[in-house]
């Protein structure tokens, strides 16, 4: 493990996701006490996508946009995590992207199952598309991302608005993403305990997200069977994190299906260890992330 991130390690709160309610709360704190993202000069506003139900949305305008646009969805198992949770995040994407963010609050597990949050994450690329003058932004280039569970949903989104003629997406930001149920690669079996994100949360995690249903290539994009003319993608993975495998072999399908991918695998990190924002390597996974979208997003 990279040594600066190691000596957090401590620090960080263990979440079981056996209480959703308690774990929330643990989140919020967490993220509470992060360091805060600079909005000085950023149009920051409130807004409420209609739909069934209604979404509520965070969207952040930087001073100098260029256009582009992201819809930008937060990380957290399925379970955690909002709008202001995410928010220290969602800023620095568009400080260092240029892009516009429209970051979701998506409805959380297990309150609220499959295809709950997925619709809301969809509901959000429609609206976008649709009030692109409205925001400023060019309909022709919106990308979908998110971290973790987010990550997932963003490829999701992405598969759903390919099958039926959705708007179109230019881009998928796809950070450490949460794909497989099925947990059988060798990082999901051998990561059992690794630091946040361990393999005991990460069924937790999709119990919670599936409920009683069956997992579908919408609910977990890895078992999609064709990933033929989806948008170009950035695939980014933590060398211990239970998730790495099955993003790369995600990756790997995208480009076999004839898909533009970039793929960074991140030596001695762990899941979500970007939070670290001391460490060198989380500096300079926050700084690509920001790069990666203002390239994909260029006029």
């Not at 997932?152 to 992405?158: C, I, Q």
């Not at 759903?160 to 690669?185: C, K, M, S, V, Y």
């Not at 069956?214 to 695939?235: E, F, I, K, M, N």
Request: glycine share 8%.
């Amino acid at each position: 493990m990279d040594p600066e991130l190691e000596a957090f390690v401590p620090l960080f709160p263990r979440a079981d996701l056996v209480d959703p309610v308690a774990d929330r709360k643990n989140f919020a704190e967490l993220a509470a006490a992060a360091p805060q993202v600079d909005t000085t000069g950023m149009e920051v506003e409130d807004r409420t996508v209609p739909a069934e139900p209604d979404v509520p949305v965070r969207i952040y305008r930087p001073e100098q946009a260029h256009g582009g646009a992201v819809v930008w969805l937060h990380g957290g198992a399925f379970v955690m995590g909002g709008l202001d949770t995410e928010h220290p995040w969602a800023g620095r994407v568009a400080d260092s992207s240029g892009a516009v963010v429209i970051s979701v609050g998506y409805r959380l597990a297990p309150e609220h199952p499959f295809p709950a949050a997925f619709d809301d994450a969809y509901a959000v690329l429609t609206w976008t598309a649709e009030h692109a003058a409205e925001l400023g932004i060019d309909p022709d280039r919106i990308a979908v991302g998110g971290h973790s569970a987010g990550g997932g949903l963003a490829a999701a989104v992405a598969l759903r608005a390919r099958d039926e003629q959705g708007p179109p997406i230019r881009f998928q930001l796809l950070n450490q993403p949460e794909l497989d149920d099925r947990q059988q690669t060798w990082s999901a079996r051998n990561f059992t305990d690794t630091p946040w994100m361990t393999r005991d949360k990460i069924a937790a995690s999709w119990r919670h997200y599936l409920g009683s249903a069956p997992a579908t290539a919408y609910a977990a994009p890895a078992r999609a069977t064709d990933l033929s003319g989806l948008p170009p993608a950035y695939v980014a993975t933590a060398e211990l994190c239970p998730n790495r495998d099955e993003d790369i072999a995600y990756a790997l399908r995208l480009l076999q299906a004839g898909v533009s991918v970039e793929l960074h695998q991140w030596p001695g990190t762990f899941h979500g260890s970007q939070a670290i924002l001391s460490a060198d390597v989380s500096q300079r996974q926050i700084a690509e992330l920001g790069a990666v979208l203002r390239r994909a997003l260029a006029e």
